[in-house]
């Protein structure tokens, strides 16, 4: 959730009537459409936190696995309206690694019509960052932490292993 305030707070908000316990007062709600992007499927981890915060967002599904030969990342599902693109993007992908399949949807939603677009990622490779941000300098990254490598097999180090398989307790082997 803390991603998800950090990617939100400059975003323009509007007066709203708030109901309290004890009384009515003023407050304030986000003005844009935000749809949520999440990779899967490592990135449906983030969702329900960011859901959380944004109840009013919508929720896009796109899916990437990652060939294991070449470490790139390969399309398997595609599931974004064919109209009616949100004003603001949030990919969600819990671990940044070479940066490839964050790459993939950023290329991906820019042809659906979004401009603004914004990733989340609680481990992020430098190298992940720099090939974002050298491609596509109007994308903003939120993370937690910076690691400042990627091994042999691309993954991210020290890294925490593959995100996908922690969140949803796959059997290694």
């Known amino acids: 959730m803390v991603l998800g305030v950090a990617a939100t707070e400059d975003l323009p908000t509007r007066q709203v009537r708030v109901e309290t316990p004890i009384t009515t007062t003023d407050g304030q709600q986000l003005d844009t459409r935000i749809a949520i992007v999440p990779i899967l499927r490592a990135g449906l ?7 959380t ?6 929720v896009w599904h796109l899916g990437l696995y990652r ?4 470490a790139e990342p390969v399309p398997y599902y595609d599931k974004l309206p064919t109209c009616g693109a949100p004003h603001v993007g949030l990919v969600l992908d819990p ?3 070479t940066g490839g399949s964050v790459e993939l ?9 979004v401009s603004d677009i914004r990733v989340l990622s609680v481990i992020a490779s430098q190298p992940g960052i720099d090939r974002i941000l050298r491609d596509y300098p109007h994308v903003r990254i ?3 932490a910076v690691d400042p ?16 398989d922690r969140i949803f307790d796959t059997p290694q082997g």
């Open 142 to 144: 939120f993370t937690c």
């Open 45 to 51: 981890g983030l969702v329900e936190p960011v859901l």
């Open 67 to 70: 060939n294991e030969q070449t």
């Open 149 to 164: 490598e990627l091994n042999e097999q691309s993954f991210i180090v020290p890294g925490l292993g593959d995100a996908g």
């Open 105 to 113: 949807v950023i290329q991906r939603i820019q042809q659906w019509g």
């Open 95 to 97: 671990m940044l690694a």
């Open 53 to 58: 915060l944004l109840p009013d967002a919508q």
